[in-house]
Nanobody
């Protein structure tokens, strides 16, 4: 079985930073694409960042480019999202995800962690 468990969410003031972590079991993360998504109240879930396993190349939504960084720790089998210069519009539940096949939809999701940015 594959399980993803996020941690690190919380309340932060605008301009502050948070680091989210996602512990993965059931898959060796160095062999799979990893992603972070978020869902704000009343909105659809949206893409935030992705790390391609085969190349190590990262991709970001325009809204977070230059402020967020996705990374992985193969020894700990975790993927992280460093979030800097946070804005109130970053407030959302953040989800990590893993997919078994390249260029396919994500197969496994964590339960989410709440990030609230106050103005």
């Amino acid at each position: 079985q594959v399980h993803l468990v996020e941690s690190g969410g919380g309340l932060v003031q605008a301009g502050g930073s948070l680091r989210l972590s996602c512990a993965v079991s059931g898959r060796i993360i160095s062999r799979y694409d990893l992603g972070w998504f978020r869902q704000a109240p009343g909105k659809e879930r949206e893409f935030v960042a992705q790390l391609r396993w085969i190349s190590g190349i990262t991709y970001y939504a325009d809204a977070v480019k230059g402020r967020f960084t996705i990374s992985r720790d193969n020894a700990k089998n975790t993927v992280s999202l460093q979030m800097n210069s946070l804005k109130p519009e970053d407030t959302a539940v953040y989800f990590c995800a893993l997919r078994d096949s390249d260029y396919a939809s994500y197969d496994y999701w964590g339960q989410g962690t709440q990030v609230t940015v106050s103005s």
